[in-house]
């Protein structure tokens, strides 16, 4: 059964950072592309950033690249998230999935920035 479980959430003030992280299982995690994705209630959801099986092939959404950096743990089946200089526009919730997604979404994991 694919399952994500995203986690590191939470308020921060603009300019400060957070580390997101991602646990997967149920599939074979170093064979896949992945990715993080964002939602805000009431939009569709909205590519973050991709990472390629081996880690360094990387391609950023423009509104985070130089912000935003992501790690990948083969072994232990992890995605990370390092989100410095937040901003009021990055408030979501933060998802990860494979890329292209599966059909199973875990519960995200919500980050608020306020204005």
């Known amino acids: 059964q694919v399952q994500f479980v995203e986690s590191g959430g939470g308020l921060v003030q603009p300019g400060e950072s957070l580390t997101l992280s991602c646990a997967a299982s149920g599939f074979t995690f170093d064979h896949m592309p992945m990715a993080w994705y964002r939602q805000v209630p009431g939009k569709g959801r909205e590519l973050v950033v991709i990472i390629q099986k081996d880690g360094i092939g990387i391609n950023y959404a423009p509104s985070v690249k130089g912000r935003f950096t992501v790690y990948r743990d083969n072994e232990e089946h992890l995605i990370e998230l390092q989100m410095d200089s937040l901003e009021p526009e990055d408030t979501a919730v933060y998802f990860c999935?494979?890329?292209?997604?599966?059909?199973?979404w875990g519960k995200g994991t919500p980050v608020t920035v306020p204005s």
């Open positions: 999935n494979t890329f292209p997604i599966r059909p199973s």
